[in-house]
């Protein structure tokens, strides 16, 4: 009679596939981690845009059509080295427009971040401004 059981050669194979299963499993996982880890550093450099961007609209004093910048505090975005350039142009005006006068204003802010490589994220809005008889000369100016 023979002896009920499993044969070397079949625990060889349920053991080498059970190893590839296994594998692929931790590979997996390993890549959702790091996909986890980029997308919150994604949003925590995204929360940040946004609140110079809210800076950036409430200062009335920026000067126009010059591109301003600078970088922020490591402790803000997770240890990252990171920064902000922005420009404010007159976007949209009456025609023959003179100082004083109500202005659609334009901010652009880019955020970027060196996270193995540059990466930048940009922010566009739209804010009411005055126009000054400095604006109207720099706008001159530009093409």
Not at 72 to 78: N, W
Not at 97 to 117: N, Q, Y
Request: hydrophobic share 50%; net charge positive; no cysteine.
């Amino acid at each position: 009679m023979r002896a009920r059981g499993f044969t070397l050669l079949e625990m060889l194979v349920a053991t080498t596939i059970m190893g590839v299963a296994v594998v692929s499993l931790l590979a997996s996982l390993s890549t959702s981690l790091r996909n986890a880890a980029r997308l919150t550093q994604a949003d925590r450099l995204a929360l940040v845009a946004r609140r110079q961007m809210d800076a950036l609209l409430l200062d009335a004093r920026l000067p126009k059509l010059t591109l301003i910048s600078g970088q922020f505090d490591s402790s803000i975005t997770g240890g990252v080295e990171a920064g902000w350039r922005a420009r404010v142009t007159p976007f949209e005006m009456q025609p023959k427009a003179g100082p004083g006068a109500a202005v659609l204003e334009r901010v652009e802010l880019e955020i970027w971040w060196k996270a193995g490589r540059e990466r930048t994220l940009r922010l566009e809005a739209y804010r009411r401004g005055v126009l000054a008889a400095s604006d109207l000369a720099a706008a001159e100016g530009q093409p």
